[in-house]
């Protein structure tokens, strides 16, 4: 049979198929000499699955000419307050090189991303595609693929959702593994371009709050005063008052982890009653 490889055709329905049934059945239907002869292959993983499909049409076609170089780009993001980002895979083909179907996996830091998830985007569903996809720790390998021959038109071909751990300076993830087959089973290369998540820029710190106790002071007294600002992170707030008679500092500190700070306010000796306003 060595001699025929060249000729053979991996075929689904009539030109290449997967079918994964409990995550764990890969059919592949080979056509020779007008006969449909059916092998059922046994992979633990997704990964492996897909690894499977494109090695047997490697296997099968070695003497067809490889189409045009397509490209996966993963789109860029800031995510939100609560770290979640929505990311765009987008396929673009050379005309007449539109694969049938493609893989790849999406690589990353795993301190960096908390969960990560894709479904698939408008050109594969329109082109009768579905996704699957198996997670390792900083890897997402992800099939996609449907029961037809039809390519899939440029455009977004999955939508990938991600969470980053807080306190990251950023999370950039690669587009790898990146292989595709054609509407008549010949393996297409593909490029891969990789994106990134960038934190949402943390917001100000400001005053929310400022009380003084007591807030009526005789002759040499003084009273203690709490300034609250709106987050943690850390600040030093500019303090002032419009009473000569009345000794506050030029600022205060706040530290990282709170959100609170006292400082002392002292009186003059007084002669007559007044009004004096502290200013944080």
Same mark, same amino acid.
């Given at each position: 049979?060595?001699?025929?490889?060249?000729?053979?055709?991996?075929? *689904? #329905?009539?030109?290449?198929?997967?079918?994964?049934?409990?995550?764990?059945?890969?059919?592949?239907?080979?056509?020779t000499?007008?006969?449909l002869?059916?092998?059922? *292959?046994?992979?633990r993983?997704?990964?492996?699955?897909?690894?499977?499909?494109?090695?047997?049409?490697?296997?099968l076609?070695?003497?067809?000419?490889?189409?045009?170089?397509?490209?996966?780009g993963?789109?860029?993001?800031?995510?939100?307050?609560?770290?979640?980002?929505?990311?765009?895979l987008?396929?673009?083909?050379?005309?007449?090189?539109? +694969?049938?179907?493609?893989?790849?996996?999406?690589?990353?830091?795993? !301190? @960096?991303?908390?969960?990560?998830?894709?479904?698939?985007?408008?050109?594969?569903?329109?082109?009768?595609?579905?996704?699957?996809c !198996?997670?390792?720790?900083?890897?997402?390998?992800?099939?996609?693929?449907?029961?037809?021959?039809?390519?899939?038109?440029?455009?977004?071909?999955?939508?990938?959702?991600?969470?980053?751990?807080?306190g990251i300076?950023?999370?950039?993830?690669?587009?790898?593994?990146?292989?595709?087959?054609?509407?008549?089973?010949?393996?297409?290369?593909?490029?891969?371009?990789?994106?990134? *998540?960038?934190p949402?820029? +943390?917001?100000?710190?400001?005053?929310?709050?400022?009380?003084?106790?007591p807030?009526?002071?005789?002759s040499?007294?003084?009273?203690?005063?709490?300034?609250?600002? !709106?987050?943690?992170?850390?600040a030093?707030?500019?303090?002032? @008052?419009?009473? #000569?008679?009345?000794?506050?500092?030029?600022?205060?500190?706040?530290?990282a982890g709170?959100?609170?700070?006292?400082?002392?306010?002292?009186?003059?000796?007084?002669?007559?009653?007044q009004?004096?306003?502290?200013?944080?």
């Amino acid at each position: 049979m060595n001699g025929d490889l060249a000729f053979l055709t991996v075929e *689904i #329905a009539p030109s290449w198929l997967v079918r994964h049934q409990s995550g764990e059945l890969l059919e592949l239907a080979v056509l020779t000499g007008g006969s449909l002869v059916h092998t059922q *292959i046994l992979e633990r993983s997704l990964n492996r699955l897909a690894q499977a499909l494109l090695a047997a049409t490697l296997l099968l076609s070695p003497a067809s000419p490889l189409f045009g170089q397509a490209a996966l780009g993963l789109s860029s993001a800031t995510a939100a307050a609560d770290g979640s980002a929505t990311l765009n895979l987008s396929l673009s083909s050379p005309a007449g090189s539109e +694969p049938a179907g493609v893989q790849w996996t999406l690589a990353y830091a795993p !301190s @960096d991303i908390i969960s990560i998830s894709a479904v698939a985007g408008p050109s594969a569903t329109a082109a009768g595609k579905s996704l699957n996809c !198996s997670l390792t720790s900083g890897a997402y390998a992800c099939l996609l693929a449907g029961m037809n021959t039809t390519p899939m038109q440029n455009g977004v071909v999955a939508v990938v959702s991600v969470t980053i751990a807080s306190g990251i300076a950023g999370a950039p993830i690669s587009v790898t593994n990146a292989l595709g087959v054609s509407p008549g089973g010949n393996s297409t290369p593909v490029n891969g371009a990789g994106g990134s *998540i960038t934190p949402l820029p +943390p917001s100000p710190i400001t005053v929310s709050g400022l009380t003084c106790n007591p807030n009526s002071l005789g002759s040499g007294a003084n009273s203690t005063c709490t300034v609250t600002v !709106s987050r943690t992170g850390g600040a030093t707030v500019t303090l002032s @008052d419009n009473a #000569a008679l009345l000794t506050t500092p030029a600022s205060v500190t706040v530290g990282a982890g709170s959100t609170t700070a006292t400082f002392t306010a002292s009186a003059g000796t007084i002669a007559t009653d007044q009004t004096a306003t502290v200013t944080a």
